[in-house]
């Protein structure tokens, strides 16, 4: 297999390096509302915009990346089992070239779907024993947009919110305005 580092980027940009940047990648590659299952993307580069209280997760094996982008709220994302099965069917968990990232959530004091939906992946993820980094919301509302590049094995994460930062401070402390929980798994780093 080729490009496979076993250590994927994850960096911070500007909004306007992200929609430079996605340019280039042709719009099917576009995990788009309304965010369930079937608009979950698997190619060399996938992206996704507008994550607040969803989770993204995305699966490489570092030639291509299965991404997808699940709203807590859709009645179809309820039952995580279906979640499960559809993961079961597009990656082969026996390959040791797998790493996850798992992005998103955010707390809302009387609805845990959001928070729930995220653990799942987590927990599912773990007893396939993939290396998992989580990037956990809090309490900020705003859009997160997320691109996976396999030419250079990188997360790209960018909002509007994080441009006044991006440029004035270190990447693991802009990332941590919109998301204050972050674990790197051994084969991830956060980069400038």
């Excluded at 909004?15 to 995990?31: G, W």
């Excluded at 089992?81 to 069917?89: P, Q, R, V």
């Excluded at 996976?148 to 997360?155: L, N, P």
Aim: with cysteine.
């Amino acid at each position: 297999m080729k490009n496979i580092s076993f250590t994927s980027a994850i960096r911070p940009v500007s909004s306007a390096e992200f929609q430079k940047t996605i340019e280039k990648i042709s719009y099917q590659n576009h995990v788009c509302y309304p965010w369930t299952i079937r608009e979950s993307v698997k190619a060399a580069d996938a992206f996704t915009f507008d994550i607040i209280d969803c989770t993204m997760c995305g699966i490489t094996d570092g030639e291509k990346v299965l991404m997808m982008h699940i709203c807590p709220t859709m009645d179809t994302n309820t039952d995580f089992s279906k979640i499960k099965d559809y993961l079961s069917k597009k990656i082969n968990f026996k390959s040791k070239n797998l790493n996850a990232v798992v992005l998103g959530a955010k707390y809302y004091p009387d609805d845990n779907r959001s928070f729930k939906l995220f653990d799942n992946f987590i927990k599912f993820l773990k007893s396939k024993k993939v290396p998992t980094t989580t990037v956990r919301g809090g309490e900020v509302y705003e859009p997160v947009d997320v691109l996976y590049k396999s030419q250079t094995d990188e997360w790209i994460i960018a909002s509007k919110y994080l441009d006044n930062y991006i440029h004035k401070d270190q990447p693991i402390n802009v990332l941590k305005r919109i998301f204050p929980e972050i674990k790197l798994s051994a084969f991830d780093k956060i980069t400038k």
